[in-house]
C-alpha cells in the first residue's frame, strides 16, 4: 500500500471521507487492483485467511462498489458463484440491493475493500441476512481497526437505524497499526507525522 502510493496522508489539509469525516489518511486500495500481480496477491491472502481460520462458503458476494473488484478475483480462483450488495436497492427494474445468485439458505462470504466505520459491510451483511443468506464472515484488504467498527459487528452499535442481530468475524489482510509501524520504518512520514497520526487513531471522531 505504501509503495503504490494508495496510502495518503495529510496533516494539514484532511482528507473528506465518504462518511463526510476530515482526516489525516486516505487508503485507495483502488490503485493496488489495477495491477494483476497485486490482485493475485490479495486474492492468495484472502485464500490464506480461509483456510487458516477454515471459513465455510458457497458463494462470495462483494459490497459495492469497491469490494466488488477483490470479490470477483477471490470468486474466479475459488470457483465459487459471485454476486454483490449494492448501498441502496436499485431505483428501477427489480429494485433489489442483493444482485446476483440467491444467497437464501447459502454460507456467504463477504468481502470488502476496506473496514473504517464498518457501516457499508454491515449494510451489506443486513441486506443479504434479510434475503436468507447465512453469513458469519466479512474479509477485508485493510481496517483502519476503529473502536465505532468493532462494536457494530458485534451487535453493540446502530448503523443506519439497523443494528445486526447477530455477529459477524471481520479478517483483513492489514491492519492500520501494523501498517504505520511499517511507515514509520520505512520513513515514509517523518517521527512528528508519526506521532500526530498515532495520536489521532486514539479519537479520530474526536468524540
Not at 54 to 82: E, H, N, R, W
Not at 108 to 135: D, F, N, P, Q
Not at 180 to 206: C, H
Amino acid at each position: 500500500m505504501l509503495e503504490s502510493g494508495a496510502l495518503k496522508f495529510d496533516i494539514k489539509n484532511y482528507f473528506v471521507w465518504s462518511s463526510g469525516h476530515r482526516m489525516p489518511v486516505y487508503n485507495d486500495t483502488r490503485l493496488l487492483l489495477g495491477d494483476y500481480d497485486t490482485r493475485m496477491m490479495v486474492s492468495e491472502g484472502f485464500q490464506d485467511t480461509i483456510r487458516e481460520k477454515q471459513i465455510k462458503y458457497d458463494m462470495i458476494f462483494g459490497v459495492a462498489t469497491a469490494g466488488i473488484s477483490p470479490a470477483t478475483t477471490l470468486a474466479d480462483s475459488l470457483k465459487a458463484p459471485l454476486g454483490y450488495v449494492r448501498s441502496t436497492p436499485k431505483g428501477y427494474g427489480l429494485g433489489k440491493a442483493v444482485e446476483g445468485p440467491d444467497p437464501s439458505g447459502k454460507k456467504t462470504l463477504v468481502v470488502e475493500e476496506l473496514i473504517s466505520t464498518g457501516k457499508s459491510a454491515a449494510r451489506a451483511i443486513s441486506e443479504l441476512r434479510k434475503s436468507g443468506a447465512r453469513v458469519n464472515h466479512c474479509l477485508s484488504i485493510f481496517n483502519y481497526s476503529f473502536y465505532i467498527s468493532q462494536r457494530i459487528f458485534n451487535c453493540m452499535e446502530t448503523f443506519d437505524d439497523d443494528v445486526l442481530e447477530e455477529p459477524c468475524t471481520v479478517t483483513s489482510l492489514v491492519y492500520w497499526d501494523t501498517l504505520i509501524d511499517v511507515a514509520a520504518e520505512m520513513k515514509y512520514v517523518s517521527d512528528t507525522q508519526i506521532g500526530l497520526l498515532r495520536k489521532w487513531k486514539k479519537d479520530p471522531f474526536n468524540k
